[in-house]
Every structure is written in structure tokens, then in C-alpha cells.
């Protein structure tokens, strides 16, 4: 067969689809028999038509919400061309039902055990309606392929799964719900070789929801990378500044920018949000600590939460100069579709729009409790312009050394955020939503 594996693009990206590849088609492309070709096509870099469409019998999509209405868009024009569709990712698992709408067959959860079974199943012309991926063993998951990536200027490719699973079941993240809380660290010699295949660019991603989750396994893994002198991002929660040795470790091991989810100042808001981890550390101490080890933090938070009221974005503003978080980034809780938090916001009317699109984590889907949605957006706003201002780029550049290298890294990464903000201005309001005025002549 000729395969088609397709990335939709979103209506609006904060780290852009351009940044780094998509790795669940490396993966396909890695567990396709040879017998077999496959093409990839990232909507990012180029559309897709009618005649792009042209001899192939299958199309893979992964969608996840925000590119939800993308995907059936896709969906739709390989079926004026006869062509059978596939669609997995968050949000198949999250809405099979809605989704089944537009594809002939939908997959659940990880593919590994399931990719082989729906080709064979094409070639005989049985394709089913559901298939239910099982939690993948550690020595199976997958490395990717990325072969069929290199027409696209991706920032980088070297994107390694080291692990699966998070123990951490937070209302707002949807982590568990697609690969579940148990804990799959990758083989350390097929850790080795991928990191071995890293050629052109040093600059590596640990994509994993929690890459310390383990912290015995997370130290193996560390020594391991130490050797090969790269520069790697990853995820982790707070709580590995609880432990030295793992902090010197992931530190020797190269690890430059490590993105860690704040959420919120509220110790009430975090056990609203079932962030229950973060309750046992003081965000200062632990801020310390990694860029005491050499270590720069991505700091994620979350507003509109039920007990933000309006002077929360000062708050976080004000914590985030003074704890020195180098590069901060803020988001709106997005209740995402067939999750607790959605379900109880629907039960109680207060969801306003279920244009998937919209789901971003830049847009305000439902009525917030404690301020009106113009204020939340208009907060999200000036906090994001304070952020990107060329004067809090240079505060945060000044308030620590972080080697020629490592500086470098920082202003580009702050002004491409600065480039992508600019586009908050087009992106908002919605129609109907009126923003506060000096919002509204800020953004004409």
C-alpha cells in the first residue's frame, strides 16, 4: 500500500508545529513493513489538497483537540477521493464517538501493538470501526523514524521517548488518559542508539510527561546520557529538587532548559486541580536549587482556575521576577472534551463554545468563576506582552549567567515566543467578546 500519514496544523500555535516533529508518524513509520510506503505531510509546512490526495489507499491523522476540526476537514477530502482514514491521538481516545463520524476507523491509546493489525486488516478489506491499544512494555515502545521528516525545517528531530506514563492524575492534564499512570522507562541501549543518531543538531527533546517520574530510573537514565555531551529540554514536576544527586545529575547529563508546571501560587488551587505534588514544595527554594545546578526553567502556569480572582496576574507576574524564572508560560485552563473538569463545567452550563479550535490553552472556552472572560483575556494579554516586552526579555537575560551557549539559546527561544505573541493581537477577541478598552486600542 501507499500510506499517508498527515499533521494537522492549528488555528493558532504557541510553540508552533514548525518546532519539533511530530513524533508519533516517526513511530508508524518505524512499525510499517517494508512491503509498505509512507509519506508524511505536516500541515504546518504545506496544504493538503485534492491532487497532493493522489494514489494513496490509506491515510493516517493524529489528532489531538485543538486540531480536531482540521482533521475531519483531512478526513473529509480523502473521502471524496475514496480513500479509507484513520484518525488516532488525545482526542480520538477523549471523543471516539464524535470522531467515528469522520474516519473508518479510529484508534485508542498507544499503537505499537496495534499498527500492523490495522494494515494487515486494510490489505483484506477489513478494517474495523475501533481498535483498543493496550499499554505498550517498555522494551517495545518504539523508536522513531524520522527519515521521512527531513524535506521539513524542523528546529530539531531529535526527540527521544526515554519513558511512558504518569503517576500524576491532575484534572487539567490529559496525560493518563492516552498512555495511563504506569511508569515505562525505554531500555538504556535503545535510549543509546537513538541518542547515538543525533548527527546534525545537537539540541535534543526528552519528550515525556514527567521524565524524572521515577527517580532511580530517571538517574540510570541520566548517567547514560552524560557521555554524549548533548544539550537536551525536557518535563518534569517539582519535586525533583527534592533529591541532589538527581539535580547534579540531570545537570551533567546536559539537560539546559527543563519545563516544570508551576500552575498556580494558590495552594487552594492547586488541590482544586488535584496538583497535589506541588502542595509539598516551596516553588522559590526549588527555583534555586536548579539554577543552582545550572539548569533553566520553563515555568508553566494555568489561569481561570475557580479560585483565581483578577489580581492573580499581578501576583504571578510579581513571583515570576522575583523567583527568576527564565522563561515563564502562561495558559488558560482549558477543560478539555470528555474529561472530569469538562463534564462538570458542562453539567453546571457554564461551557461556551465546543468549537474544538478553540481549545488552546490561549482561548477562554467557558465562563470563569471569580473574574468575567474579558478580564481572563485581557490578564492573559498584558501578562504575555509584560513577559515578551523587550524589558522583561533583558531582566530575566541579567539575573543569571548561564554560559555564552546557554544565553544564546535563551534570547532566541524569548524571541521567537515574541514573534508568536505578536499574533495574540490578531487572534483575539472572539466575535461578541468585547475586551477592555485599553486592550481593544492596544490591539488596533
Given at each position: 500500500?501507499?500510506?499517508?500519514?498527515?499533521?494537522?496544523?492549528?488555528r493558532f500555535e504557541l510553540f508552533s508545529s514548525r518546532s519539533v516533529a511530530p513524533m508519533w508518524a516517526a513511530v508508524l513509520k518505524r512499525l510499517t513493513p517494508?512491503?509498505?510506503?509512507?509519506?508524511?505531510?505536516?500541515?504546518?509546512?504545506?496544504?493538503?489538497?485534492?491532487?497532493?490526495?493522489?494514489?494513496?489507499?490509506?491515510?493516517?491523522?493524529?489528532?489531538?483537540?485543538?486540531?480536531?476540526?482540521?482533521?475531519?476537514?483531512?478526513?473529509?477530502?480523502?473521502?471524496?477521493?475514496?480513500?479509507?482514514?484513520?484518525?488516532?491521538?488525545?482526542?480520538?481516545?477523549?471523543?471516539?464517538?464524535?470522531?467515528?463520524?469522520?474516519?473508518?476507523?479510529?484508534?485508542?491509546?498507544?499503537?505499537?501493538?496495534?499498527?500492523?493489525?490495522?494494515?494487515?486488516?486494510?490489505?483484506s478489506d477489513k478494517l474495523q470501526q475501533y481498535y483498543h491499544g493496550s499499554i505498550v512494555k517498555a522494551e517495545d515502545i518504539a523508536i522513531p523514524d524520522y527519515?521521512?521528516?527531513?524535506?521539513?525545517?524542523?528546529?530539531?528531530?531529535?526527540?527521544?521517548?526515554?519513558?511512558?506514563?504518569?503517576?500524576?492524575?491532575?484534572?487539567?492534564?490529559?496525560?493518563?488518559?492516552?498512555?495511563?499512570?504506569?511508569?515505562?522507562?525505554?531500555?538504556?541501549?535503545?535510549?543509546?542508539?537513538?541518542?547515538?543518531?543525533?548527527?546534525?543538531?545537537?539540541?535534543?527533546?526528552?519528550?515525556?510527561?514527567?521524565?524524572?517520574?521515577?527517580?532511580?530510573?530517571?538517574?540510570?537514565?541520566?548517567?547514560?546520557?552524560?557521555?554524549?555531551?548533548?544539550?537536551?529540554?525536557?518535563?518534569?514536576?517539582?519535586?525533583?529538587?527534592?533529591?541532589?544527586?538527581?539535580?547534579?545529575?540531570?545537570?551533567?547529563?546536559?539537560?539546559?532548559?527543563?519545563?516544570?508546571?508551576?500552575?498556580?501560587?494558590?495552594?487552594?488551587?492547586?488541590?482544586?486541580?488535584?496538583?497535589?505534588?506541588?502542595?509539598?514544595?516551596?516553588?522559590?527554594?526549588?527555583?534555586?536549587?536548579?539554577?543552582?545546578?545550572?539548569?533553566?526553567?520553563?515555568?508553566?502556569?494555568?489561569?481561570?482556575?475557580?479560585?483565581?480572582?483578577?489580581?492573580?496576574?499581578?501576583?504571578?507576574?510579581?513571583?515570576?521576577?522575583?523567583?527568576?524564572?527564565?522563561?515563564?508560560?502562561?495558559?488558560?485552563?482549558?477543560?478539555?472534551?470528555?474529561?472530569?473538569?469538562?463534564?462538570?463545567?458542562?453539567?453546571?452550563?457554564?461551557?461556551?463554545?465546543?468549537?474544538?479550535?478553540?481549545y488552546t490553552g490561549l482561548d477562554v472556552v467557558y465562563q470563569p468563576k471569580m473574574m468575567s472572560r474579558e478580564e481572563l483575556l485581557a490578564g492573559l494579554i498584558?501578562?504575555?506582552?509584560?513577559?515578551?516586552?523587550?524589558?522583561?526579555?533583558?531582566?530575566?537575560?541579567?539575573?543569571?549567567?548561564?554560559?555564552?551557549?546557554?544565553?544564546?539559546?535563551?534570547?532566541?527561544?524569548?524571541?521567537?515566543?515574541?514573534?508568536?505573541?505578536?499574533?495574540?493581537?490578531?487572534?483575539?477577541?472572539?466575535?461578541?467578546?468585547?475586551?477592555?478598552?485599553?486592550?481593544?486600542?492596544?490591539?488596533?
Open positions: 500500500m501507499n500510506i499517508l500519514l498527515v499533521h494537522p496544523k492549528d517494508e512491503s509498505h510506503n509512507v509519506d508524511f505531510i505536516s500541515c504546518g509546512f504545506e496544504r493538503l489538497n485534492e491532487k497532493t490526495l493522489e494514489g494513496y489507499d490509506l491515510v493516517g491523522i493524529s489528532a489531538t483537540t485543538p486540531v480536531a476540526h482540521s482533521a475531519y476537514e483531512i478526513a473529509g477530502l480523502c473521502r471524496t477521493k475514496n480513500i479509507k482514514v484513520i484518525i488516532g491521538g488525545l482526542h480520538a481516545s477523549l471523543l471516539p464517538d464524535e470522531v467515528a463520524k469522520y474516519a473508518d476507523s479510529i484508534v485508542f491509546g498507544e499503537s505499537e501493538y496495534l499498527w500492523n493489525q490495522i494494515l494487515e486488516d486494510k490489505v527519515s521521512i521528516m527531513k524535506k521539513y525545517n524542523y528546529f530539531t528531530t531529535n526527540s527521544i521517548e526515554a519513558m511512558r506514563g504518569c503517576p500524576n492524575a491532575c484534572d487539567f492534564c490529559c496525560a493518563t488518559y492516552f498512555s495511563g499512570n504506569t511508569i515505562r522507562y525505554k531500555p538504556l541501549d535503545l535510549v543509546i542508539q537513538e541518542v547515538e543518531s543525533w548527527k546534525t543538531k545537537k539540541v535534543g527533546y526528552l519528550a515525556s510527561a514527567n521524565i524524572a517520574s521515577n527517580f532511580n530510573k530517571a538517574k540510570e537514565l541520566f548517567t547514560t546520557l552524560k557521555p554524549f555531551n548533548r544539550k537536551w529540554m525536557g518535563d518534569a514536576c517539582v519535586n525533583v529538587t527534592g533529591d541532589d544527586e538527581l539535580l547534579k545529575l540531570m545537570s551533567d547529563s546536559g539537560l539546559a532548559y527543563l519545563e516544570v508546571g508551576f500552575e498556580t501560587l494558590s495552594k487552594k488551587s492547586l488541590k482544586l486541580i488535584n496538583k497535589k505534588i506541588n502542595l509539598k514544595h516551596d516553588y522559590k527554594d526549588a527555583i534555586k536549587r536548579l539554577h543552582d545546578n545550572n539548569i533553566s526553567i520553563v515555568g508553566t502556569f494555568i489561569f481561570g482556575l475557580d479560585t483565581d480572582e483578577k489580581d492573580v496576574f499581578k501576583k504571578t507576574m510579581d513571583f515570576v521576577y522575583d523567583a527568576e524564572i527564565d522563561i515563564p508560560v502562561y495558559l488558560v485552563f482549558t477543560p478539555f472534551p470528555g474529561t472530569k473538569p469538562y463534564s462538570k463545567l458542562d453539567a453546571e452550563g457554564r461551557i461556551l463554545t465546543k468549537d474544538w479550535s478553540r498584558e501578562i504575555w506582552e509584560d513577559a515578551l516586552s523587550f524589558r522583561g526579555i533583558a531582566n530575566r537575560l541579567l539575573s543569571q549567567w548561564r554560559g555564552f551557549k546557554g544565553d544564546f539559546y535563551f534570547t532566541v527561544i524569548n524571541l521567537f515566543l515574541r514573534n508568536k505573541s505578536k499574533f495574540l493581537k490578531k487572534y483575539y477577541p472572539w466575535e461578541g467578546i468585547d475586551l477592555p478598552d485599553h486592550i481593544s486600542a492596544r490591539k488596533k
